[in-house]
């Protein structure tokens, strides 16, 4: 007899029955530091007042109605997105892999409209991450996520990150946009150069090619600033947003310039959940949090205080963690250790972080954290390495 719930996760032993700010309260009657935010999502922390006031009171009043309406939240929420970031439009979903699809459709969308529609193919890049539906597993240039799924969607060129050269060599007539991560989170933390993003967006202007960044992880503050491409000083044609987009609601936005969202006409796309009045209302809150004077700032600050603490115990404890990667509150340790062992132990002493690739542990605390926060991390990760080198 199998378990009535699907086998596909193997959860660790252990359940929440409240969440306050940067902490969780287990089933076993402990308190836990939340270094993992739901992998990046709960970045304002848990039970945030104006994240439940905004919930609790668009639940009361209408929680859905249908595309086939107007839904002014979404008007608002666009106007919002729109202001602060690049983007001259916003589509609204649930997740974020069903942002990067509606990204990769705007791709070939663009192309056809203009009478190419050979230009179908992306170019991605090894060991990144972009959702698990059938499109963005193909997408990610990972082996272990294609493993008993059949053959790959078609329309995928992978070559490694930072080789700009291996990027031109892939291009072909049949070449319609990039695909990337900012910074490879699932992959371990790894930080795309920014010469690199620069020039992917220089070989894109060149090429006639639409640039596309995933800022599903990396986006809504992760590296202090609202998106990534910000540290840059260029801006990507078509963006993934999701996870701290809804702190723990679900919802998902493509965000895209105004050539590439003129060539989305009526029924090219669309969603029934995708933009519904909840989700609206969390996250319209959520960007308004995000979006106040100083905010930002105090998650830069935050994150140098952080870094600057993590430094000292990959210092002294070189046996245990090789490497810091990262930028603002977006940060991995590379392990000499098994990641997994460091986990664990981190759990014993009541913290919890993420699983990264490359053998990584990554940190991703809301974006709240205070410095007493800082130091009851950084005091229970220095006796979880005193315990693994001893």
Same mark, same amino acid.
């Given at each position: 007899?199998?378990?009535?719930?699907?086998?596909?996760? !193997?959860? %660790?032993?252990?359940?929440?029955?409240? +969440?306050?700010? @940067?902490?969780?309260? =287990?089933?076993?009657?402990? *308190?836990?530091?939340?270094?993992?935010?739901?992998?990046?999502?709960?970045?304002?922390?848990?039970?945030?007042?104006?994240?439940?006031?905004?919930?609790?009171?668009?639940?009361?009043?209408?929680?859905?109605?249908?595309?086939?309406?107007?839904?002014?939240?979404?008007?608002?929420?666009?106007?919002?997105?729109?202001?602060?970031?690049? !983007?001259? %439009?916003?589509?609204?979903?649930?997740? +974020?892999?069903? @942002?990067?699809?509606? =990204?990769?459709?705007?791709? *070939?969308?663009?192309?056809?409209?203009?009478?190419?529609?050979?230009?179908?193919?992306?170019?991605?890049?090894?060991?990144?991450?972009?959702?698990?539906?059938?499109?963005?597993?193909?997408?990610?240039?990972?082996?272990?996520?294609?493993?008993?799924?059949?053959?790959?969607?078609?329309?995928?060129?992978?070559?490694?990150?930072?080789?700009?050269? %291996?990027?031109?060599?892939?291009?072909?007539?049949?070449? @319609?946009?990039?695909?990337?991560?900012?910074?490879?989170?699932?992959?371990?933390?790894?930080?795309?150069?920014?010469?690199?993003?620069?020039?992917?967006?220089?070989?894109?202007?060149?090429?006639?090619?639409?640039?596309?960044?995933?800022?599903?992880?990396?986006?809504?503050?992760?590296?202090?600033?609202?998106?990534?491409?910000?540290?840059?000083?260029?801006?990507?044609?078509?963006?993934?947003?999701?996870?701290?987009?809804?702190?723990?609601?679900?919802?998902? @936005?493509?965000?895209?310039?105004?050539?590439?969202?003129?060539?989305?006409?009526?029924?090219?796309?669309?969603?029934?959940?995708?933009?519904?009045?909840?989700?609206?209302?969390?996250?319209?809150?959520?960007?308004?949090?995000?979006?106040?004077?100083?905010?930002?700032?105090?998650?830069?600050?935050?994150?140098?205080?952080?870094?600057?603490?993590?430094?000292?115990?990959?210092?002294?404890?070189?046996?245990?963690?090789?490497?810091?990667?990262?930028?603002?509150?977006?940060?991995?340790?590379?392990?000499?250790?098994?990641?997994?062992?460091?986990?664990?132990?981190?759990?014993?002493?009541?913290?919890?972080?993420?699983?990264?690739?490359?053998?990584?542990?990554?940190?991703?605390?809301?974006?709240?954290?205070?410095?007493?926060?800082?130091?009851?991390?950084?005091?229970?990760?220095?006796?979880?390495?005193?315990?693994?080198?001893?």
């Amino acid at each position: 007899m199998i378990s009535p719930l699907l086998s596909n996760y !193997a959860p %660790a032993d252990l359940s929440f029955d409240k +969440g306050e700010g @940067a902490y969780l309260f =287990g089933n076993d009657g402990r *308190r836990y530091l939340d270094f993992f935010a739901g992998i990046a999502v709960t970045s304002l922390g848990h039970a945030h007042p104006k994240i439940t006031e905004a919930l609790s009171k668009q639940a009361s009043n209408l929680m859905h109605i249908s595309n086939l309406f107007r839904i002014p939240g979404q008007e608002e929420l666009a106007k919002k997105l729109v202001d602060n970031t690049f !983007a001259d %439009a916003a589509y609204f979903c649930n997740s +974020g892999a069903e @942002a990067n699809e509606c =990204g990769l459709k705007m791709i *070939r969308k663009y192309f056809s409209t203009n009478g190419q529609p050979e230009r179908y193919r992306v170019i991605a890049f090894e060991n990144s991450f972009h959702g698990r539906t059938l499109a963005t597993i193909a997408a990610a240039g990972q082996d272990k996520l294609l493993e008993g799924f059949g053959p790959p969607m078609d329309g995928f060129d992978h070559v490694p990150v930072g080789d700009i050269e %291996a990027v031109k060599q892939a291009i072909t007539p049949e070449t @319609a946009g990039v695909l990337i991560e900012p910074i490879l989170g699932e992959g371990g933390i790894q930080v795309v150069e920014p010469e690199f993003l620069r020039q992917l967006r220089k070989l894109c202007d060149e090429e006639g090619l639409l640039l596309m960044f995933d800022e599903i992880q990396t986006g809504m503050g992760r590296t202090g600033k609202l998106f990534a491409y910000e540290h840059l000083g260029i801006a990507p044609d078509i963006m993934s947003s999701a996870k701290a987009l809804g702190n723990g609601f679900p919802v998902g @936005a493509c965000l895209a310039v105004e050539k590439v969202a003129v060539c989305m006409t009526v029924g090219s796309h669309g969603s029934t959940y995708g933009g519904n009045p909840l989700a609206m209302a969390v996250a319209g809150a959520v960007v308004d949090i995000m979006t106040e004077d100083g905010f930002m700032e105090r998650v830069q600050q935050t994150g140098n205080h952080l870094r600057q603490a993590l430094h000292g115990v990959v210092d002294r404890y070189p046996s245990v963690i090789e490497e810091l990667r990262g930028v603002g509150l977006h940060l991995g340790l590379k392990c000499k250790v098994e990641n997994g062992a460091l986990i664990q132990t981190l759990i014993k002493h009541g913290v919890l972080t993420a699983k990264g690739g490359d053998n990584v542990v990554r940190l991703l605390p809301p974006l709240i954290i205070d410095e007493a926060q800082i130091n009851e991390f950084i005091t229970a990760l220095e006796q979880a390495c005193e315990e693994l080198s001893s």
